[in-house]
């Protein structure tokens, strides 16, 4: 469905980053933005991967968010298989970095990776819908698909976002943007 539709803009890599930033790209070019990550790896066991948006080119993050979050778990071991709601992974009207991926493992065989949708980031009408979706793997050996909708808060245009970890660096892992025609 998105053959030729999903134009490549920039991509980060991280290597023991405190974050990664796009400050360039997002613009009225498209109405639809795409965050992909690869094998994201915190520094810090259990940490959360997460986001905060700018509306002044990256001076500042901290634009209210209201989220919801909810993740389907199973373990290695083959118990512990259920879907819940993650009362950790939303925020209400708040400037924090919004959660992406939970509890995300730092062994070298442990990653999260996924998408973020970002809708009409430039708009000044409207607030700013997002969704997420990916999977990892958690310090506690468990496969963790995490689900993240909200909306940014401000009629503001969205031109910058920043990625980093709850605790800790991240080690290592790519971010790729894209527009969607």
């Not at 373990?75 to 509890?103: F, H």
């Amino acid at each position: 469905g998105l053959a030729g539709n999903m134009i490549f803009i920039s991509s980060q890599t991280a290597s023991s980053s405190a974050s990664l930033s796009f400050t360039s790209g997002i613009d009225s070019t498209y109405d639809e933005y795409v965050f992909m990550f690869t094998n994201i790896n915190p520094a810090t066991d259990s940490a959360f991967f997460t986001f905060q948006v700018s509306t002044n080119g990256g001076s500042s993050y901290g634009v209210n968010i209201t989220s919801t979050n909810f993740i389907a778990t199973h373990s290695e071991a083959g118990a512990g298989g259920r879907i819940e709601y993650v009362d950790a992974g939303d925020l209400a009207q708040s400037t924090s970095y919004q959660p992406l991926g939970l509890y995300i493992g730092s062994a070298s065989d442990e990653s999260y990776s996924g998408e973020l949708h970002i809708f009409a980031p430039s708009d000044t009408t409207y607030v700013k819908q997002f969704t997420s979706t990916g999977n990892l793997c958690s310090s506690s050996v468990y496969t963790r698909n995490p689900y993240v909708a909200g909306y940014v808060n401000s009629t503001s245009a969205i031109n910058a976002i920043d990625f980093k970890m709850s605790s800790g660096n991240i080690d290592d892992g790519t971010i790729y943007l894209y527009g969607i025609k």
